[in-house]
């Protein structure tokens, strides 16, 4: 095969291999043509080699951002071609590639710059895409990155570091796509220093797809005072350099300062010009380099230096790639075409189904999925992934709200079973409603004051005497109202949250099992907007119930919802036997055992009349029956002097009203607890199960009566669907005409190889058989 047809079939490759790499980037195909992808940091000189690379400038270099959106250069040599050939490929329709000038692409993306420095995120993943014909072009397809940075540590700095994050988050997805090389940029003197290399090792730790350059050689040589030192520098020991480069060993090289052009701070009048001092630079650096060396450098060696080195290195490189894949691309486009071949069948399908019987017959088969993957979340299951979707008890507190009492203190997390498990839906519901068990179950009786059992005791209306048991109750139920009516608020913000978040995990799962309306944003929205509601509503009237049996509760004390440790009481006030009190305390017993029954009225007053009995007797012993009620009911008579006409709070009276206080509030809390946990579960939980599927149905069905056609959003669906369909045509004509580009070539390819084959077949020696 003569040069003529070399070239031609070369040249056919690389227009198809970059036709391919515009069809992965506008498409989002799955396949990736070979390319070089430039990473190093800012005044690396990144930009700086790629011009030498290509042969002519294009672009600002210099100090700070330059780049703020991958540069793509699909370079293509033309002998023909004197000066520059540039299309740029438009980002309105990737399909169109208008012809520029140099001067006019220098300023469209100094014109993008700008634009995204003034934007929140200051770059774009989005490439600039620039197709170049010229006589000193390699055949070679280079993606220029932005530099990374690498910003100075302190808070005054926190513009920069977040930009570094964007540019190393944008760098590194660009290297995960395994088919391109990685060209790895390092400007320092001593390879230990791993700047660059570090971000790249992150993707490719063995750097086995990756060419490591020492950029401004130039620069370094004047640096080395020992030729031993320069010997490390040109051949670093393998334990330096991690891995397996591409290459086996670095690639050094120099790019002349100065612009081209006829303005006065211009170098170089012309690209030729430019193109002559880059092999000058070369030459000079290979002799600089002998005489520090003190020798003449090897063939091995020589073949690193250079940006002509580096080139032909590269598209050597670039090239076997080229011709390895083809036999590999050939299937690849074959699965996208049946792929984009059944995605034009289902957008005929979807424009077919755009009537009133069909698309009603789909939202009502939504309707349907929709309940069952609700119901499946409530009752249990595994299919969505945790790490997605589960939440911790931490992330549940932050986002639905916290249990905080009145102290402002929280329940420790670790005392909650699961607390830091990720669940969501039905275990994640019971989870809430355990922590809200523990929290309410564990809270005491606020502390009281001797100010509030005063002023708690007021004037009756028909006499001026003392209540204490009246005392002990308006001083309960102000307590209990204050510290479990916030306990209300936050448990019905909590389920309320959690109940919202099986909406999103519901259409998760709908998704992955294709049962998704995807197109019918409107109609979705509306079954969104309909549950929110409905869980809003319902939580709404479930807090009503709650709130009318706590002010219940908390504004008429019923004695028998809090004798269920009335023995426990008894003995508290048993145990002031001993002082001259006890007495006191031993009748009061006694009566407010008496006054607290409504069941049993006789089983009470005989157990009270039984327990007194035995107190007096223990006290009166040795002293006859008479002096025995005369005692009596002088203490009686002290008992009545002390609570009904004497407003001095003696501690036997401060002591029993904060035992009844006691009692009354543990018996609020454990009808509170129980009641709002029961409540909750039945006018909260079980309507989602009963009430939503015909409360849904209902609005459904409403809405188609209403408005079908904005329901669907039918109109904009249709032009969507439209547009879908002229992008997918399109689609299959480029990637048919890239099927066959590509069999053409590997059918020449393997024609190559048979014709190879036979004439080295033909210049076989045969021996002479004698």
Partial sequence: MDSNARWERQARLYEAYNELH?????????????????????????????????????????????????????MKYNPDRDTPLCRLVSDADPIVAHEKSLQEIQAYIEAENMRLESEPCQFSAREIIIRVEYKYCPNLTIIDTPGLIAPAPGRKNRDLQGQARAVESLVRTKMQHREFIILCLEDCSDWSNATTRRVVMQIDPELSRTVIVSTKLDTKIPQFARSSDVEVFLSPPPSTLDGFILGDSPFFTSVPSGRVGFGPDSVYRSNDEFKKAISLREMED????????????????????????????????????????????????????????????????????????????????????????????????????????????????????????????????????????????????????????????????????????????????????????????????????????????????????????????????????????????VFLRRVASAYNN???????????????????????????????????????????????????????????????????????????????????????????????????????????????????????????????????????????????????????????????????REDLESAFEDDLDNIFDISNLRHSLGQRKRDTEIELKRIKRLKDKFRSIHEQLCLHQVDTKAISNSHQVVPIQK
């Fill in 22 to 74: 515009g069809l992965a980037q506008e498409f989002d195909t799955p396949f990736d043509a070979p390319a070089v992808l430039v990473v190093g940091h800012q005044t690396d000189g990144k930009s700086a080699l790629v011009e030498a690379l290509m042969g002519f400038q294009f672009n600002h270099v210099g100090g700070g951002t330059k780049t703020r959106r991958p540069i793509t250069l699909h």
């Fill in 286 to 521: 290979i002799t600089a380099l002998e005489e520090k060396l003190g020798r003449s450098l090897s063939k091995q060696e020589t073949s690193r230096i250079g940006v002509g080195k580096l080139r032909l290195f590269l598209e050597e490189l670039l090239q076997k790639r080229y011709m390895d894949n083809v036999p590999l691309i050939i299937p690849l486009l074959e699965k996208e075409y049946r792929s984009a071949t059944k995605q034009m069948n289902e957008i005929n399908q979807e424009l077919s189904n755009l009537d009133e019987v069909k698309l009603k017959e789909k939202g009502r088969a939504f309707h349907d999925l929709f309940l069952t993957k609700l119901s499946l979340l409530l009752k249990g299951t595994v299919v969505a992934p945790p790490d997605k979707f589960g939440e911790t008890l931490q992330d549940e507190r932050v986002n639905g709200g916290a249990f905080v009492g009145i102290d402002g203190a929280q329940f420790p997390q670790k005392l909650i079973p699961n607390a830091g498990m990720r669940l969501y839906g039905g275990a994640q519901y019971h989870r809430a409603m355990a922590e809200f068990r523990f929290v309410v179950g564990g809270i005491k009786c606020p502390p009281i004051t001797r100010e509030e059992i005063v002023n708690a005791c007021g004037v009756e209306d028909i006499h001026d005497g003392t209540n204490y048991s009246r005392t002990a109750c308006v001083i309960a139920v102000a307590k209990a109202r204050d510290t479990f009516e916030p306990f209300l608020c936050q448990l019905g913000s909590r389920l309320l949250h959690i109940l919202k978040r099986l909406l999103p995990i519901s259409v998760f799962l709908l998704k992955k099992d294709g049962e998704y309306l995807s197109g019918h944003e």
């Fill in 534 to 696: 409905f869980a809003e509503s319902t939580e709404r009237a479930c807090l009503e119930k709650c709130m009318e049996d706590l002010i219940s509760t908390t504004r008429y004390v019923t004695w028998s919802l809090h004798n269920k440790n009335r023995a426990g009481l008894r003995q508290f006030l048993d145990s002031f036997g001993g002082t001259e009190h006890s007495n006191v305390g031993v009748t009061v017993t006694a009566g407010l055992s008496s006054d607290s029954s409504h069941g049993s009225v006789a089983h009470e007053k005989q157990d009270s009349k039984s327990r007194a009995d035995v107190k007096l007797s223990h006290l009166a012993s040795g002293i006859d029956s008479t002096s025995s009620i005369q005692t009596t009911e002088t203490r009686l008579a002290d008992l009545l002097d002390s609570t009904l006409w004497n407003r001095k709070l003696a501690p036997s009276s401060e002591r029993i009203v904060y035992a009844l206080v006691q009692q009354i509030f543990h018996g609020i809390r454990e009808y509170f607890l129980a009641s709002a946990e029961l409540k909750f579960n039945c006018f909260l939980l079980m309507p989602v199960v009963d009430k939503l599927p015909a409360l849904l």
